[in-house]
């Protein structure tokens, strides 16, 4: 086994990290160096045939490692010590290191379908939970990464409240499967139910199938501030102007809208987004292993 620690990722992680590596005999431990590290360091441990590795971080860290191991036959583990870690909450994984560590030791691996982003420069990404186009990348984008240490999830909101009156809201097209084209002014390409921490989205929605629930967001910056105050309250599926749909390949148009993946500013449309070509393991808590 190996643990993939982004020492970057959340804020004061490293005792929470030793007292899980502690449990795990026999783990090695790599730390990431910068962006992309996680990805290169999975893909060599896939390459000497390592059972598990272990992303330990957030869902960014998470998302480079499942990219490492696409393809092989090494199962993705979960360490979440990030800031929001909503796939391992989707997943119902402890987030108490000792808790994480008996999963990662005698859990069950089933199958997990990320989504592959492919953008206009040729560049493609693999993400986990969800991409977001529109005013959620622009907060992503301009977000105070030290005021993210100090605060964690309130720095989102903190930035929410300076882009609503910055962000322009341009329009996205959009086209799912072979469908008619449609319009959005934001929109997510979801894997699982839960969005931007453990606040519903998409019920009915699970990263162990293939496709995505896509919510499509009209209206501007009264809508988005309405988006705001109805997250908290797992209420979000019920905005107003908020439309759900199911797909499995959705192209993205629009003229300068920023997107995030998994967290992540990641570039402007266009964007298509398509099922992985397969799945990949991921370790969950249950019976089987190392009993
Ligand atoms: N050593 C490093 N220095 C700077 N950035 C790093 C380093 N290692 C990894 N990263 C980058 O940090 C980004 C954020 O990490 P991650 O998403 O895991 O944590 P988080 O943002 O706190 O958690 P969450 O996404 O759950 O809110 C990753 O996308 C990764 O590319």
Not at 128 to 144: E, H, I, K, S
Request: charged share 20%.
């Amino acid at each position: 086994m190996l643990i993939v620690f982004n020492p970057t990722a959340g804020s004061r992680r490293r005792s929470r990290l030793e007292r899980a590596h502690a449990l795990l005999p026999g783990a090695r431990l790599a730390e990431t160096a910068g962006p992309g590290h996680a990805e290169a360091l999975a893909r060599e441990a896939a390459a000497l045939g390592e059972d598990c590795v272990v992303a330990a971080g957030g869902d960014g860290t998470v998302a480079e490692v499942a990219a490492g191991l696409m393809g092989g036959g090494t199962a993705l583990g979960i360490l979440p010590l990030g800031t929001a870690n909503v796939l391992s909450l989707e997943l119902g994984l402890p987030r108490v290191p000792e808790a994480a560590a008996a999963v990662l030791r005698g859990g069950r691996d089933v199958a997990l379908w990320p989504g592959v982003a492919r953008f206009g420069d040729g560049r493609s990404l693999l993400f986990v939970q969800m991409l977001g186009a529109g005013f959620d990348a622009d907060v992503v984008r301009r977000l105070d990464i030290g005021l993210k240490r100090r605060i964690g999830r309130a720095a989102y909101v903190w930035q929410a409240r300076l882009e609503l009156r910055r962000y322009g809201f341009p329009p996205i097209r959009v086209r799912l499967d072979d469908g008619e084209a449609l319009r959005a002014s934001a929109l997510v390409v979801s894997k699982g139910r839960l969005y931007a921490g453990p606040f519903l989205l998409a019920p009915g929605a699970t990263p162990l199938r293939p496709g995505f629930h896509v919510a499509l967001i009209g209206g501007g910056w009264g809508r988005a501030a309405l988006a705001g105050a109805l997250l908290p309250l797992n209420l979000l599926p019920r905005l107003p102007g908020l439309v759900l749909h199911q797909a499995s390949h959705v192209v993205l148009e629009g003229g300068g809208v920023p997107i995030q993946a998994d967290g992540d500013f990641t570039g402007h449309l266009p964007v298509t987004v398509t099922d992985a070509p397969a799945p990949l393991r991921i370790r969950l808590p249950g019976d089987g292993r190392g009993r």
